[in-house]
C-alpha cells in the first residue's frame, strides 16, 4: 500500500523559512517522479516543484530562486526547503508521486498547511 505522509507545515512570518518533509511508502523513487503541490482558498492546486526519477528538477516561476527540491532515497523522503517566504506562498501543500512505468499511477498525500503571515 502507498502512502505519502507530509509534515513541517505551520506559520511562519514573511521573509523566514520551513522545510517540508514527505516520506514515501510503498513506491521506489528509481521508478516514480516527485513533486510538491500547493492549493491556497478558492484557487486550484497548482505545481510547485516536480524531481523526475532521474533527478532533473523544475519549479514553477513564482518560487524560482527562493524553493529547492530534493530527495534521499536512504529515506524515502522528500524535502521542499522553502526560503523567503511570502504571504502568497499560504497554501496548503500536498507531496505527489507519478509511477513512470506500468501500471502508470499518481499519488497524493493528505497536505499539511503553510500559512505566511505577520
Not at 527540491?69 to 524515502?76: E, G, L, M
Not at 504571504?87 to 512505468?101: G, L, Q
Request: hydrophobic share 35%; charged share 15%.
Amino acid at each position: 500500500q502507498v502512502q505519502l505522509v507530509e509534515s513541517g507545515g505551520g506559520l511562519v512570518q514573511p521573509g523566514k523559512s520551513l522545510r517540508l518533509s514527505c516520506v514515501a511508502s510503498g513506491i521506489s523513487f528509481t521508478t516514480n517522479d516527485l513533486g510538491w503541490y500547493r492549493q491556497a482558498p478558492g484557487k486550484q492546486r497548482e505545481v510547485v516543484a516536480t524531481i523526475t526519477a532521474f533527478g532533473t528538477t523544475n519549479y514553477a516561476d513564482s518560487v524560482k530562486g527562493r524553493f529547492a527540491i530534493s530527495r534521499d532515497s536512504a529515506k524515502n523522503t522528500v524535502y521542499l526547503q522553502m526560503n523567503s517566504l511570502k504571504p502568497e506562498d499560504t497554501a496548503v501543500y500536498f507531496c505527489n508521486a507519478n509511477r513512470i512505468i506500468d501500471p502508470l499511477q499518481t499519488y497524493w498525500g493528505q497536505g499539511t498547511q503553510v500559512t505566511v503571515s505577520h
